[in-house]
Structure formats: C-alpha cells, structure tokens
C-alpha cells in the first residue's frame, strides 16, 4: 500500500516564528488534505490541495503531485497552532475518500 | 448549522460489555466514514457509509464490530464483546455528496476505554 510520511515528526517553536511541515507519499494521490488535531482532539479540515498552492489566513500549503510531497507553512506562529497536523490522501481509485493518514507532525508553540 | 456530532464524548466499557458510538453527519451530508485512531498513531479507514447502505467495510475487523446508517437516526458503530485492543478514538466524518474532491468534516470523536 501507500507510505505516507511526514517530518518532523515533533517541532517546538517559539510564538511568532514561522514553519514548514512536509508530507511525502509514495504513489499517485487523487486527494490530498491537510487536517490538525487540536489538544483536545477535534479534527480540523486545514486544507483540500491534490496539486497547487493554497493560502488561508497565516496558513498555506503546496502540492506538487509530480514529485509527490506537499508542504504545509504555518507563519507567525500562535500557541493556538499546538496540536497534530496530519496529511492525508487518497490513492486507490475506489471512487470514495478512503483516506490514508500519514504519521503527523507533533506542534508545540510556547508563549 | 452545527458540524458532525458525535456521542458520548467518552465511553468506558468492562470487557465483554458492548459499545454503540453515534455520529449524526452535518446537515445535508448523506456520506460518512468511520476512522479509528490508536494512541499516537494516524487515523484508520473502517468503514464507508451512505444512507441504508454500506459502501465499503474493509478496514472493519472482521468480526465483533458492525456499522449502520439508517433512514432516519445517526449513524451506529457497535463494537460487540469490547477488548482492551479496542480502545482507541473512534471519529466519524461526513461528506455531502461522497465526490472525490470534497472536503471530508470530522467530528470529535468517541474515545473509548475498555477496562
């Protein structure tokens, strides 16, 4: 099956600074979505991105289907940005969103 | 124009107990998938639903879990004979039309703790 990997897995940052979170996958996607999971575990719809780029508010994201990673940039950090981001696609043509979820990347903005 | 919603929040089972999970979908979603998180760990395809039908069921285990989506009423995850393997976060989410290019809305889960 599809890999879907992210990196880093665990970042730390200070409020203000800007990021960059990374999502490679291992085959052709049809979809590609982009979700965070806030401290309390709501899952949150960042981003719907199969290719292109982007931009909502201080978040934007970019996909280059080709090669196959896509790129979530979160700037001017706020400790409201802590929580789980994960990538997510969908590959193997069933007709539905039968998504796979990469591995996250954990976030943690400090005041 | 509330989003999806699911109950409990929390559910504690002893093992051998069962657990129901429901998820009402977002208004004018007739589409709802099924996800499973274990701890520090992505979430995992179950089940696809759409209304009285289910769709595709091959990330449900095979046995002990079942999932409907009736008429009228929520959607239901049962999970029979509960073990300490099935404690997870449960999440439903919903889509209006099932389409490829539609964002997918989560709900913020059942976490389930089997004792």
């Known amino acids: 099956g599809i890999q879907v990997e992210q990196s880093p897995p665990d970042l730390i940052l200070q409020e203000g600074a800007n990021s960059t979170l990374r999502c490679n996958f291992s085959d052709s996607v049809n979809n590609l979505q982009w979700f965070h999971q806030n401290p309390w575990g709501q899952l949150i719809n960042l981003f719907y991105i199969p290719s292109g780029t982007k931009q909502n508010g201080r978040l934007s994201a970019t996909t280059v289907a080709t090669e196959r990673y896509s790129l979530l940039y979160i700037s001017s950090s706020q400790t409201t940005d802590s929580g789980v981001y994960f990538c997510a696609v969908e590959w193997m043509n069933t007709g539905f969103q039968k998504l796979v979820f990469g591995t996250g990347t954990r976030l943690l903005v400090s005041p | 124009n509330a989003g999806v919603m699911q109950n409990p929040r929390h559910l504690v089972r002893r093992r051998g107990q069962e657990a129901r999970l429901r998820c009402s979908p977002m208004?004018?979603?007739?589409?709802v998938y099924w996800y499973r998180q274990l701890p520090e760990e992505g979430l995992k395809f179950m089940v696809y639903?759409?209304?009285?039908?289910?769709?595709?069921e091959s990330g449900m285990p095979k046995e002990r879990f079942s999932a409907e989506f009736p008429k009228e009423g929520p959607s239901i995850l049962r999970i029979q004979q509960v073990v300490r393997g099935d404690s997870a976060a449960y999440f439903c989410?919903?889509?209006?039309?099932?389409?490829?290019?539609?964002?997918?809305?989560f709900g913020s889960g059942t976490q389930l703790s089997v004792l």
């Open positions: 639903l759409q209304k009285e039908n289910i769709i595709d």
């Open positions: 208004k004018g979603h007739s589409h």
């Open positions: 989410a919903s889509s209006p039309s099932g389409a490829l290019n539609e964002k997918l809305f």
